[in-house]
C-alpha cells in the first residue's frame, strides 16, 4: 500500500474530463506544515522537516522535536541531499500533473564555518595583511547578503567583534595605507546590525573614530556614508566614553552640520542629525549658530523621517541642556519659524512620541512669542507677525 497525499487533477483530453489522482509520498512532506519538502534537514532526534518551518518552530521558542516531543539539545540541522533529489526526480516525473522542479538549496554557512572565518580575521589583522583581511571580509558580506540564515549565524558566532578588532588595529597602523581594508569593514558591518558590546568596544577605541572621521573629511559619498551611519549605531549605545571621544576629534561637529546643510544624501543627512544630538554633540551644537536654524530648515523640507529627527534633536537641545543654552535654543528656533513649521507637522500627523515632542516644543515656544518676530529661514527676506 502506497502512503502519500493525493492531489486530484482534472484534465480534458479530447471532450472527455478525466480525474487524475496523483499521490505524493508522505516522507516527501514536511510533518510541520504537510507540504512538499524543498530543503529537508535531519535533526539529532533523526526527524526530517523543511528547513524553513523546522527553524521558525526553534524561533518561536520550541526546544523540542516536533515529532517525537523530545528536548532538542543539538540544533544542528543535517542538510537530507539523498531525500532532497528523490523529490526533485519525483516532481520531474510528474510535471505533467502540475508539480515543478524543486530548486537545489543553497547551503547555509555553519557555526563552524564562522568559527574559521573568524580566526582567519584575527591572524590577518595581527599580521596586518590587508590583502588577505580584505578577501575574509569580501566573503562573509557576501555570505551575510545571500540569506538572512547566514547573517544571524555569523552574527551570533563573534565575526562583529572580530571585524571591530580588525578596524581598530589597521586605522592604528595607518589610514591612508589600509583604507580599502578599512572601508570594506565598515561596509560589512553596516550589514551587520545592530553591533554587539564587543564590536562598539573596538569601534569606540581613538583610533577607530579618528578613522571614521577621515572617512567623513576625505572619503568620497560610499565612504562618507558607510562611516556616518556607523558612528550613529556606535553612538545609540548610549555610552558617554565613545561620545566625550568623538567630539574630542577636531572639527567633528562643524562637519556634522555641514552635512545637514548641504544634504549630501537622505541617509547622511538623517544619521549626521542623530550624531550631532548626543550629550557632547549637543554643546558642540550650542556653540554653532548655524545647528539650530538648520535643523529647522530641515522640517517638512527632505522627508517625514528627517522632520522627525529634526524636532527631536530640537527639543534635546532645548530640554538636555544648560538653562541659558536651552532658552537660547527656544529663542532662535523661534525666531526662524519653528513655530509655524512644528504646528503644521501636527496638523498634518505625525507618530505619538513627535507629536508630544512637538507639542512640548510649542509650549516651550509661546511665552516668547509676543516679544519675538519671525524670520523664517526659508523665506529669508519675508517677515511676519505670529
Known amino acids: 500500500m502506497v502512503l502519500g497525499w493525493r492531489r486530484r487533477k482534472n484534465n480534458n483530453h479530447k471532450g472527455v474530463k478525466q480525474n487524475v489522482e496523483v499521490v505524493v509520498p508522505n516522507h516527501f512532506m ?8 524543498k530543503d529537508p534537514v535531519t535533526l539529532s532526534t533523526g526527524i526530517t522537516y523543511d528547513r524553513e518551518n523546522v527553524e521558525k518552530w526553534f524561533d518561536d521558542g520550541n526546544c523540542t522535536c516536533p515529532v517525537t516531543d523530545q528536548i532538542v539539545r543539538n540544533l544542528d540541522m543535517i542538510p537530507n541531499h539523498s531525500l532532497r533529489i528523490m523529490i526533485q526526480d519525483w516532481c520531474v516525473e510528474n510535471k505533467q500533473h502540475g508539480f515543478e522542479r524543486i530548486p537545489t538549496p543553497r547551503i547555509p554557512i555553519s557555526r563552524f564555518d564562522v568559527a574559521e572565518l573568524v580566526i582567519q580575521v584575527k ?6 595583511d590587508q590583502y588577505g583581511c580584505l578577501e575574509l571580509v569580501y566573503k562573509l558580506k557576501s555570505l551575510c547578503n545571500e540569506m538572512e540564515r547566514n547573517k544571524r549565524c555569523i552574527v551570533e558566532n563573534g ?32 550589514c551587520m546590525f545592530p553591533l554587539k558590546l564587543e564590536a562598539h568596544k ?16 576625505h572619503q568620497d559619498f560610499s565612504g562618507k556614508e558607510k562611516s556616518i551611519v556607523t558612528l550613529k549605531e ?4 548610549g555610552d558617554e566614553k565613545h561620545v566625550e571621544a568623538l567630539s574630542e576629534i577636531e572639527g567633528v561637529c562643524e562637519l556634522l552640520v555641514e552635512f545637514i546643510n548641504k544634504r549630501i544624501s537622505p541617509t547622511i543627512t538623517k544619521a549626521s542629525m542623530r550624531v550631532v544630538c548626543t550629550k557632547q554633540g549637543r ?12 535643523l529647522v530648515k530641515k522640517i517638512l523640507r527632505v522627508s517625514a523621517l528627517a522632520t522627525d529627527h529634526s524636532i527631536s534633536s530640537i527639543w534635546k537641545m532645548c530640554k538636555l541642556g544648560e538653562k541659558d543654552d536651552e532658552k537660547r535654543v527656544v529663542v532662535e528656533a523661534l525666531q526662524v519659524g519653528a513655530f509655524q513649521k512644528i504646528l503644521l507637522v501636527l496638523q498634518v500627523g505625525c507618530g505619538d512620541e513627535i507629536k508630544e515632542k512637538a507639542t512640548e516644543l510649542l509650549k516651550l515656544m509661546n511665552p516668547y512669542r509676543a516679544e519675538l518676530e519671525c524670520i523664517d529661514s526659508d523665506y529669508k527676506n519675508l517677515k511676519r507677525s505670529f
Open 283 to 294: 554643546e558642540k551644537g550650542y556653540s554653532n549658530y548655524l545647528t539650530v536654524p538648520l
Open 159 to 190: 565575526a562583529q567583534g572580530a571585524l571591530a578588532s580588525a578596524f581598530d588595529t589597521f586605522a592604528n597602523d595607518s589610514i591612508e595605507r589600509n583604507v580599502s581594508v578599512l572601508e570594506e569593514i565598515l561596509s560589512a558591518l553596516n
Open 30 to 37: 514536511c510533518p510541520i506544515s504537510l507540504d512538499l519538502m
Open 234 to 237: 556606535l553612538l545609540s549605545f
Open 202 to 217: 573596538s569601534l569606540g577605541s581613538k583610533a577607530s573614530l579618528t578613522c571614521m572621521v577621515w572617512f567623513l573629511k
Open 123 to 128: 591572524a590577518s589583522a595581527r599580521g596586518l
